[in-house]
Nanobody
Framework: QVHLVESGGGLVQAGGSLRLSCTAS????????MAWYHQAPGKQRELVAS???????NYADSVKGRFIISRDNAKNTVYLQMNSLNPEDTAVYYC??????????????WGQGTQVTISA
């Protein structure tokens, strides 16, 4: 069984930084596209950033120039470096991954979420 475990959330002041990590554990053939989503209270879950296995990245307009997504394939881990944080970034952040199993089927997995709160 595959699990995604996130860490790194917390409370910071506006202008500060946080680094989120998400590690995939379990038995699988490959870890393909990975992404971070966030969901603020009363709003839908939205894509923040994504990264392909080869390193190509994509960002939501609201975080371009402030957030950096990266991954370490050897550690099955994806990171989200968040800089110049503002209160509008307050949300639960979820890790997402497309994982190919040993039968060549690809499944989408979600982490449990980590709270990020930015104070004004």
């Amino acid at each position: 069984q595959v699990h995604l475990v996130e860490s790194g959330g917390g409370l910071v002041q506006a202008g500060g930084s946080l680094r989120l990590s998400c590690t995939a554990s379990g038995s699988f053939f490959s870890l393909n596209a990975m992404a971070w989503y966030h969901q603020a209270p009363g709003k839908q879950r939205e894509l923040v950033a994504s990264i392909l296995r080869g390193g190509s990245t994509n960002y939501a307009d609201s975080v371009k120039g402030r957030f950096i997504i990266s991954r370490d394939n050897a550690k099955n881990t994806v990171y989200l470096q968040m800089n110049s944080l503002n209160p509008e970034d307050t949300a639960v952040y979820y890790c997402n991954a497309l994982i190919r199993d040993w039968d060549s089927f690809e499944y989408e997995h979600w982490g449990q979420g980590t709270q990020v709160t930015i104070s004004a």
